[in-house]
C-alpha cells in the first residue's frame, strides 16, 4: 500500500459493456500492470494493489464511463494526465501496448526477468 492511501480503480459492471465491438476492454489492454481482468464480457478489478497511485488513465479509456476512483486524498498536481499515454512496441517480444511508464518493455517481459 502507498503512503498515501488506497488507490485502485472500481469497474461498475452495469456501465461496463467490455468495449464491444472489439471483444475485449481497453483498460485490460492498456493497463501494464495487470489490475483487470477480462471475465464474462466485462472488466474487472483482479489485482487493486497493482495500480500506480495517482495513475487515472484507464478511467480516460473508458468510452461507457464504468471506471471511477476514489477522490485523492492529498494535492492531485501529481496525478498522471492523458496525455502520458502513449502506444509502444515492446523491445523484446515485439508486443504493441499502451504505456505511461517511460520503459519500452512490456509488463510480462518485465515480469519474466
Not at 452495469?14 to 476492454?25: E, L, Y
Not at 472488466?43 to 464511463?65: N, T
Given at each position: ?14 456501465k ?61 498536481s ?32 518485465a515480469?519474466?526477468?
Amino acid at each position: 500500500m502507498s503512503s498515501q492511501g488506497l488507490w485502485f480503480p472500481v469497474v461498475f459492471a452495469d456501465k461496463c459493456d467490455g468495449c464491444a465491438p472489439s471483444g475485449k476492454p481497453r483498460c485490460v489492454d492498456y493497463c501494464p500492470n495487470g489490475v483487470f481482468l477480462f471475465k464474462n464480457g466485462k472488466a474487472e478489478v483482479a489485482d487493486p494493489l497493482s495500480c500506480v497511485f495517482g495513475c487515472r488513465a484507464c478511467e480516460s479509456l473508458c468510452h461507457s464511463k464504468a471506471i471511477r476512483f476514489p477522490k485523492p486524498p492529498v494535492k492531485t498536481s501529481f496525478l498522471r494526465k492523458d496525455s502520458d499515454l502513449r502506444k509502444t512496441t515492446c523491445s523484446i517480444c515485439g508486443k504493441q501496448y499502451w504505456t505511461n511508464r517511460q520503459s519500452n518493455v512490456c509488463m510480462d517481459c518485465a515480469k519474466a526477468k
